[in-house]
């Protein structure tokens, strides 16, 4: 019974790992598009940072409770 459970066990992992292989070298050609891209932008001029309104601050939003 151990070693059908060891080998269940295995092939989890095994199954994990193709997939997680698989998973992560799909988003890095994604990943380092996306960060030449910040790198040029940032040889051009320095990056700006937007200010997004936090939650209470967009319009439309009723806080119904608030700590302060």
Known sequence: MAQYLGFV???FMAVCGFWGILFFSSIIP?????WFRMKAKERKG???LEVRPTLPEQEGVTVLYSKN
């Open 9 to 11: 066990f295995f092939l």
């Open 30 to 34: 994604f990943w380092l598009t996306g």
């Open 46 to 48: 320095g990056l700006h």
